[in-house]
Each structure stands twice: as C-alpha cells, then as structure tokens.
C-alpha cells in the first residue's frame, strides 16, 4: 500500500448520555480499528471525535435533571471522553462543540454559503409557546399520534409505533415547557433546497464520479448505505431548514436574528473541521492538508441513522462552500440490540461503557474483541451476555490465550526463556511459515474493506494454526529425545507469537502490550508480521495471563442488573 494521508471521523457523540455498547458497535470501535491499521502500516491519519453539544435534546435534558445546559454537557463530554480512553480508543482530538472556536467556524462556513446564495429564506408559520415566550423545536411538543393514539408522541417521532411525525400531524398538540396549547407565529429561516443538488448526489453516490471524474470505488460502499441515499434520492429531497428558533446553539451570524440558531446537524459535520484545526495547531501540522488536498482519503464512520447527514447533507454544504473533499466512504454500521431488545437511553436498557469498566477491570479487549467479532457491519446484531462469556472462553481464552501460554511456558521450562536457534526446517515447518506470512496481507485486506469481523477471524486463525502446529508437533514429547527438533519447534512458534502481537493491536491494544512485554518486542510495524522477526537467544519475560476466564455468576449479575 502506497502511504497516505487520512482523515477519519468518528460520529460525534451527543453528550445528553453516557455511551452504550451500541454506540461503540457503531460508529466507534471500527473506526479506531482501521485507524491503528493505518497507522501500523506506516500512513499519516488524524483521528477526529468528540461531543456533539447542541440541540433541542440536550437543553430537554437538563430541564429533566434541572440542571443548566452547561452542566449536562459538561458532565457527559468528560464522563465519555475518559470512558473512550478507557476503553483504548486512540482519538487524535476529543473536541466538542461549545468551544468557541467552533462557534466561529460554524459561522464563517454559514457566512460563505449564505454569501454563495446556497439557501433560501422563507418565512412560515411556527408553533410558538406564549407562556414561556419561545417557539418550540419538534421534541418541545407532544400530542396524540395519528397512527397509533400513543398520548405522548413528540413533534418528529412516534417513540411507540416509531413513525415519524411533523408537529403538525399531532392531535391535540401541547408545549413539553408549559403544557399549554401552542400557538402557530410566523417566523423565518434559511432551508437548504436538497432537491438542487440530486444530480450531482446520484453520480457521485451511486456511480461513484464527481465534477465527470472517479471519486471512489463505488463497490467499496457498504449495499445498505448506498440503498439508503438512493432511496432519499429516488424518493425526492426537500428543502430543510437550516436555522431553528432555540436560545441554546451556535448563533446565526446575520444581523436581526435574535434567538436563531443553526440547525444541529449543520454545525455538528463541520465540528469534525473545527477539531481538526484545533488538533493540527497543537500538533504543528497544517490542517488544510487534512480537508483541502484531494489526495487525502476522508472516512466517515456513523451509525445507520446518520446516513442522509453524511452522505447527503454534509456533502453538500462541502462542495457548496468550494474546495473541500467529500468523504471517500461512509461505511456506516447497522444497528446493535442487547438481549433480543432495541438498545434505549431513555429505557434504561444498554450497556453502558463506564459501567462495563468498572465491573471488568483490565478486560476492555474481552468487550473489543466480542464488539467486532459480533459486529452489526451489514445487519442488525445481537449483544448477549451468554455470548460475550463464550466467546471470552472459548475463543480468547482457550484458543489465543492458550497458545501463548504454552509458547512462553515451554521456553521458559527448556531454556531458560532464551528463544532456541532455528535449525533445518522440514516440509511441514516450510508450510507453516508460508501460511504465517500471508496473515497479515489477509487481516489487513479485510481492514481496508471494512470486514472487520472478517480480519478478526483471521485473527484467530493464526492463533488457531499455531496451536495445531503444536499439538502436531509435540514438541514436550520430543524435548527428551530431539532437543535439536525440539527447538526449532518453539522459535517457529515463538515467530507465529510475535505476529500475533503486532496483528492483534488494532482489535486488541491492551492485549498486543500485554504480548509485547511478555515476548519484549520493541516497536514492529505491521509489515514485519509473518516474517522471522525474533532472534536466537533473545530472552523472554515470564508469562502473564492474556486473558481470564469469565465464570457465570459474574454474567448472571449483569443480566440481573438489566433487568431491575
Ligand atoms: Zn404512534
């Protein structure tokens, strides 16, 4: 693979709640995937997150805690911030979108695009709470449901039967501020005309050209995310508005625009942008290098539901604004269910990271490993806690796990910890190395695909071929009669362990240190693996324990805890 430069982005994340094992299936965990991959494979990334901190849902959230809206986000941008690195997600930058410097950004972007007549004001009428003086965002109202009768429904979704909904389509609508009946006032905003650019979205997304050239490789996209923009396209974009009436947000930057806001997923896209500049600041990097040079690969990962911001809007306001790139892929993830149930903040039913933490010390990669390995990459997926104990067991414990442990014990019984010289090869050692060194052109292909449950598995193969090389071989029968054979034996071994450590690190950093330190590998980079990387007579550590057996009782608390 010839270096390059990337920019990956990883959703921010709304900071009204901790993050769940849905958020981390999603948008997340792969991200922070492919970006260690990348940046084994010698490429110059910038990894971009952190929280999404406007919105109706968010000052909703503090009047339920009756907190201030700077106290919520607060509390949830540090309380996910540490959770991510906690849990080993190696963000270049953990921004967030109250800093006034994005305020600005967000504002010279509206400016540019305002100036380039990129949208169109109207003015219409708005439902409007006269008691407390405010007009009301969609989640300000509730009412009956015209599908379902469902009393509580909010004025942009049904949480019940899910259908979504305009305020309009409301029975009987009421302010959430005041219980009052709104009222409808006129008000103006700035919409985006979507159905301008169906052209020029359609080629690009679905061909795969922009401006008549290649763009990208429309095989690469995941089916369901381009089925998802096709059927916005096919279906007609509309206009949406860009601004709202709300008193929490980055301001409007135009004279008599008093208690305008931008739309949130307006300004959260370019949050990504924001960071970047903060990042490349402190970093002495240029960041116009990042979103400015068409030789940079942009990657977006997202849940499902962000699919028309990314792949839809976002582009648009970039191309409007002129010379930015457009992302390279959207390889957004389809949704994670826990125990047969839809994850919910709001229900109380998830997993939450901070939580896992606690209760699992040092076993962030048992929940990284079983995150990917059952990953919602194409459809929907099922997080069990059964599953994730067998998995830990069976597969990390008994398979990875176990082959090192004999590899370092053994070497450590023989000789001292000393790795053994190599001597003649025969035919079944030649194959095994042969096989050895395609596994990182295998993992890393995956990768660059965005299989990554794929490249796990591959993983685990090597860990899988290793123990059947030795249970083959039995190298603690030959010791007493073969010490010559014998020792070949364990340096091939100890060469399929280091691979191991350096193929493991994207899925499994806590690990890959754990094995490096045990096998003291100094820095390798992941075109070493699958080679003859350590020496004769280099000298081992003792052996720790990769991985711990999980026991039932600690699982049938954790399901006792999600159903309280
Ligand atoms: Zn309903």
């Known amino acids: ?96 979108t109250s800093n006034q410097a994005h305020h600005k950004n967000a504002q010279d972007f509206f400016k540019t695009l305002e100036s380039k007549n990129v949208f169109t004001k109207k003015t219409s009428k708005q439902f409007y709470d006269k008691k407390n003086k405010q007009f009301l965002a969609d989640r300000y109202i509730y009412g009956e449901c015209p599908k379902c009768g469902y009393q509580h429904a909010y004025g942009d979704q049904c949480e019940k039967c899910g259908t979504t909904l305009s305020p309009e389509e409301l029975i009987n609508p009421k302010s959430t501020l005041s219980e009052s009946t709104p009222i409808k006032k006129e008000t103006s905003h700035w919409y985006l005309p979507m ?119 976002f582009p648009i306001i970039l191309k409007m604004h002129g010379n930015y790139i457009l992302p390279k892929n959207v390889p957004a993830n389809e949704f994670l269910n826990l125990e047969g149930k839809k994850l919910s903040t709001s229900r109380n039913w998830a997993i939450w990271l901070h939580k896992y933490l606690e209760d699992f010390k ?91 449950k794929e490249a796990l598995a591959e993983l685990i193969n090597l860990s899988r071929l290793g123990n059947k090389y030795l249970a083959d071989t039995e190298p603690w029968k030959l010791k007493n009669t073969d010490e010559v054979r014998t020792a070949t034996i364990m340096n091939i071994s100890i060469q399929i362990a280091a691979s191991l450590a350096i193929l493991c690190d994207p899925f499994m950093p806590f690990t890959a240190n754990k094995l490096k330190t045990i096998l003291r590998l100094s820095n390798f980079a992941w075109d070493d693996a699958g080679k003859i990387i350590i020496t004769d007579n280099h000298k081992l550590n003792p052996t720790t324990h990769l991985f711990e057996k999980i026991e039932d009782e600690k699982i049938q608390e954790q399901i006792d805890k999600l159903n309280q």
């Open 195 to 313: 159905q301008l650019h169906e052209k020029w979205l359609k080629n690009w997304i679905e061909k795969g050209t922009l401006n008549n050239k290649k763009y990208h490789d429309v095989s690469s996209w995941k089916k369901h995310v381009i089925g998802q923009c096709k059927s916005w396209i096919d279906g007609g974009l509309q206009e949406r508005a860009m601004t709202r009436d709300l008193d929490w947000g980055v301001k409007v930057p135009i004279k008599d625009t008093e208690g305008k806001v931008l739309y949130v997923w307006l300004d959260a896209p370019i949050g990504y942008i924001s960071a970047t500049k903060k990042w490349a600041k402190t970093s002495k990097k240029n960041w116009k290098d990042y979103w400015q040079n068409e030789n940079t690969e942009l990657i977006h990962f997202i849940g499902k539901d962000n699919i028309v911001f990314h792949c839809i809007i």
């Open 1 to 96: 693979m010839i270096k390059k430069r990337y920019t990956v982005t990883s959703a921010l994340l709304y900071a009204n709640g901790p993050v769940h094992i849905g958020h981390i299936a999603g948008a997340y965990l792969p991200a922070d995937i492919y970006v260690r991959y990348l940046k084994s494979k010698g490429n110059d990334v910038v990894f971009i997150c952190g929280s999404d901190e406007h919105g109706a849902a968010i000052t909703l959230q503090s009047k339920k805690e009756n907190v201030t809206t700077k106290e919520i986000i607060d509390k949830y941008h540090y309380m996910n911030k540490k959770a991510f690195e906690d849990f080993g997600i190696n963000f270049s930058i953990y921004d967030r």
């Open 362 to 452: 040092g076993q962030e990669d048992s929940l990284r490993y079983m995150l990917c390995a059952n990953a919602p990459e194409n459809k929907d997926a099922d997080f069990t806690w059964k599953d994730f104990q067998a998995r830990n067991n069976n597969e990390l414990v008994a398979i990875f796990g176990n082959f090192i442990n004999r590899v370092v014990i053994l070497t450590n019984k023989y000789w001292a910890g000393n790795v053994p010289p190599r001597n003649n090869l025969n035919n079944y050692d030649k194959i095994i190395l042969e096989k050895l060194a395609h596994f990182p052109i295998k993992i890393g292909n995956a990768i660059e695909k965005f299989k990554f």
